[in-house]
C-alpha cells in the first residue's frame, strides 16, 4: 500500500509497527536520514501468504545502496518481532528529492549538507537524463557562512546524488544534494 507521490502511505493498523519499525532504518550512504525521511520507504502491506512487504524506491534505478536498505529494512523487521519479510522495489513513480521530508531536509543541514531545492518538473513518462553539463544551476548557499559566492567543484561528491561546492568567501568546501 504506497501513498501519492511524497505522502507516506495509509497503513494498516496492523501493520503500523511494521511501518515504524523500517522507517526507523538509517539510509546506508546518509546516516543521519532515516529511509522515512530520505522518502524512500512507500509501504508496508502482506502478500496473499501473509509474508510481510515493504515497498523501496530507490533514489535512481542503479543505486547502489539498495542492496545495504533491503537488508537493514528485513534484519529491523526480524528484530522487531516480524518474523519472514521481503522488499519489493517499486520505480513508478520514480523517486524525487521533494519526497525528503523537513525533518530530513533539517538533518542534512545540520550536517552541512546543502538540501535540494525544489525538483525540476517533468511530464509524465521516464524522466529524462542529461549527461552533458547543465547550463544554469541555482546558486547554492553556504552552509557554514550563508555567502552565496560558491562553485561547484565536482558534480559528483560522496554518493553520485551530492556535487561538491567551495564557497569563495569562507573557502570552505561543502557538500549539495542535488534536485532530482
Known amino acids: 500500500m504506497t501513498g501519492a507521490a511524497?505522502?507516506?502511505?495509509?497503513?494498516?493498523?496492523?501493520?503500523?509497527?511494521?511501518?515504524?519499525?523500517?522507517?526507523?532504518?538509517?539510509?546506508?550512504?546518509?546516516?543521519?536520514?532515516?529511509?522515512?525521511?530520505l522518502g524512500v520507504l512507500r509501504g508496508v502491506a502482506r502478500d496473499e501468504d501473509g509474508t510481510l512487504v515493504v515497498s523501496l524506491t530507490p533514489t535512481y534505478s542503479g543505486?547502489?545502496?539498495?542492496?545495504?536498505?533491503r537488508a537493514s529494512t528485513v534484519r529491523a523487521l526480524r528484530e522487531a518481532g516480524y518474523?519472514?519479510?521481503?522488499?519489493r522495489t517499486v520505480l513508478d513513480p520514480p523517486w524525487t528529492t521533494?519526497?525528503?521530508?523537513?525533518?530530513?531536509?533539517a538533518a542534512l543541514a545540520e550536517h552541512q549538507i546543502v538540501p535540494p531545492g525544489p525538483a525540476p518538473r517533468h511530464r509524465s513518462g521516464p524522466v529524462p537524463l542529461s549527461l552533458s553539463p547543465t547550463r544554469h544551476r541555482a546558486q547554492v548557499r553556504c552552509p557554514r557562512c550563508g555567502a552565496g559566492d560558491t562553485e561547484e567543484l565536482s558534480r559528483f561528491s560522496a554518493t553520485s546524488c551530492r556535487a561538491l561546492h567551495?564557497?569563495?568567501?569562507?573557502?570552505e568546501p561543502f557538500e549539495h544534494f542535488k534536485e532530482i
Do not use: F, H, N, Y
Not at 8 to 33: C, K, S
Not at 63 to 69: F, I, T
Not at 83 to 87: D, Q, S, Y
Not at 166 to 171: D, H, K, P, Q
Open 6 to 37: 511524497g505522502a507516506p502511505p495509509r497503513v494498516p493498523a496492523d501493520l503500523a509497527g511494521a511501518w515504524e519499525a523500517a522507517a526507523r532504518v538509517q539510509d546506508p550512504e546518509l546516516p543521519m536520514l532515516t529511509l522515512a525521511d
Open 98 to 105: 521533494d519526497w525528503i521530508t523537513e525533518k530530513g531536509r
Open 83 to 87: 518474523g519472514e519479510a521481503r522488499v
Open 166 to 171: 567551495r564557497c569563495r568567501s569562507c573557502a
Open 63 to 69: 543505486c547502489p545502496a539498495m542492496a545495504e536498505m
